[in-house]
C-alpha cells in the first residue's frame, strides 16, 4: 500500500490550534465569562464534534477560531501561522482561502441564485466568477442540485438551501470545515441526508471538519467528541482537551 499520503498528512502542521483561548462580554451586569482556557489542535483531515448546553457558548467559540470574533486572551493557529493581533484585512483574507463556514440559518443571499450564492465564495477570495464557474456547476451536481443552480433561495426548501451553503463553504477548497448546527432547522430525515452528505464530501476532499451540534446521533459519528462545559472544552468522559 502506498503511505506516501498518510505520511504527507502526519509531517503536515495542524490545520488549527488554539492554545488557552478566552472570550468575555462586557454586559450592564458586569463581565460575562463565556470561553475560559479553551485548548484544542486539530491535524489535517480529521473530525471532531462538539455538543454543549443551550448558552454554553459553541457558536462563540466557532466565531473565534474562525477569526469572525477576536478571543479576550490566548493565542491562535492556522497552519501554524499566528492568527491573534492580525489585522481585519488580514484575516479576511486568509480565512476566504482557509476557512469554510456552514451555519444553522443557511446564510444565503435571497437576491442571487443558487450558483451565484456560490460562486461569491470565489468573489470574496479574489477569484473572478467566470474561472469559478464550471467548479461551482460541479458542487451543485455533487450536493444533487444540477437542475437548481438558476434557482433563487426561496424556491429552494431548507435542506436544498443547505445543500448550497455546503458547497459554497467548499468552493475554495479549504482545509477546514466549521459547521455550526448544520441540520439545526431541518426535519429529521433531512438532516440525516445533509449529514451523511457533508460527510461524505470532506472525506472525499480531505477536508478537516469541527461539527457544532445537539444532535449526539450526529455527534457520535466523529472519532473525536468533545464537549464544551462551564467554558471550557473537553474530550468527552475525559479531563479537559489537551493540544
Known sequence: MDT???DASAAAPPVIQATALAKSF???????????DVSLTLNPCEFASIRGESGAGKTTLLQVLGGLDRPSSGELLWNNERICGRSNAFLARRRARWLGFIFQSYHLIPELTARENILLA???AGSRSRELAPAADALLERVGLGGRAA???????GGECQRVAIARALLNKPR??????PTG???ERTG???????LDIVRTEKTALILVTHNTTFASLAPRRLILRHGTLHEENSSPAQS
Open 26 to 36: 462586557k454586559t450592564p451586569q458586569g463581565l460575562l465569562q463565556v470561553l475560559q
Open 185 to 187: 432547522n431541518l426535519d
Open 151 to 157: 434557482h433563487l433561495p426561496s424556491r429552494l426548501s
Open 4 to 6: 506516501s499520503a498518510l
Open 176 to 181: 477546514l470545515i466549521l459547521a455550526d448546527e
Open 192 to 198: 440525516e441526508e445533509i449529514m451523511t452528505l457533508l
Open 122 to 124: 470565489g468573489s470574496i
